[in-house]
């Protein structure tokens, strides 16, 4: 992409080295002694604020490689290694979560909540069922400005772009919650599942296989599968098993001997629908990740969520292996 950081980090990292420069002030007059007793107060102060300023910008997520390379720069800079025992590794553990984000992919911040702000008045237009002329008009309003207001927006990452493809799909085609609903009685019907039947009808000589082939590329990330199956563009344990139960397949968490917790999916039964086998596919490959390394902490998360939220999926056992 032509821009290479994000806002948002580009702001933690001025700070840091706005603080660091202030610190360095007192290290070049030779008034950063290791003892803190004989350090000034100005000093101490300073060497407070780049500690801290430091600690927010390595443990706050990175959005491009080069965010990423930032980083890697600045600790090399300051000598982060295994002797910051206390801080060394989360800042690594957020440095492996970073690349795993990379190839979901990951979407900036500004781009997430455009994405948030287009989810809710698509939803609210969905829902204005019976309302008034005026209050529809309103709404159709609100949307087609958070589309035009995303669609315009800068990308700063490859996934930024991927939503765009997606919105504009999904305006082009429409979701599968009406016409699979009402034409196919298709109960796993969903406002953001772009609508397959009609995506190569009305087009040019190559366009159909276009569109077929954007759907394909979105369907086979993580990013894509999200937005599809859950009308978001990040994991969520409850959005997760509401796709679940569109797509027909029962979730519970098993409690077992020793209080032992295992969450359970059974099979489900679109084996003869196509459209609601992918919705199957698609469900199990978010809770696994999609191979991204994601699966062990979205599979505890849907537990967790289960167990504090939704006690009629819960199941006590006798015992079982974990």
Known sequence: MRLHTTPEFAARLAAWREAYAKHDVFITAGE?????DDRSEASNAAADLEYSTLEDFLIAPAFTPTEILRK???????DVGEGWTDHYPRY???????LMEQQRPCVSPCMS??????????????EDHGG??????????????????????PCFTPGDLMVKVFVDM????????????????DTGGFLFEIERRDLTEGLGLHD?????????????????????????????????????????????????????????????????????????????????????????????????????????RITRALDFAR
Not at 32 to 36: A, F, L, N
Not at 113 to 126: M, Q, V
């Open 132 to 153: 008034s002329d005026d209050r529809c008009d309103e709404l159709a309003a609100a949307l087609s400005s958070a589309v035009l207001s995303l669609l315009t927006a």
């Open 72 to 78: 890697l720069e600045v600790m090399r800079m300051r």
């Open 92 to 98: 690594m553990a957020q440095i492996e979560r970073d």
């Open 208 to 312: 159909g296989e276009v569109q077929e082939a954007y759907y394909r590329d979105l369907n086979d990330t993580d990013l894509g599968c999200c937005l599809l199956a859950l009308g978001r563009v990040d994991f969520d344990p409850a959005a997760w098993l509401v796709a679940a139960d569109r797509a027909g397949l029962p979730v519970s968490v098993i409690i077992g001997s020793e209080n032992r917790e295992q969450l359970w999916i059974g099979m489900g039964g679109g084996a003869e629908h196509r459209v609601q086998r992918e919705r199957e596919h698609r469900v199990h490959r978010l809770l696994t990740g999609n191979g991204g390394g994601f699966g062990n902490a979205r599979t505890a998360a849907v537990a967790a969520y289960i167990l504090a939220n939704d006690p009629s």
């Open 32 to 36: 950063d002694s290791p003892c803190g």
């Open 113 to 126: 909540a455009l994405f948030d702000t287009f989810r809710e008045a698509t939803r609210a237009l969905d």
């Open 170 to 185: 999904l305006g082009e085609h429409g979701g599968t919650h009406w016409n699979g609903a009402q034409q196919h009685k």
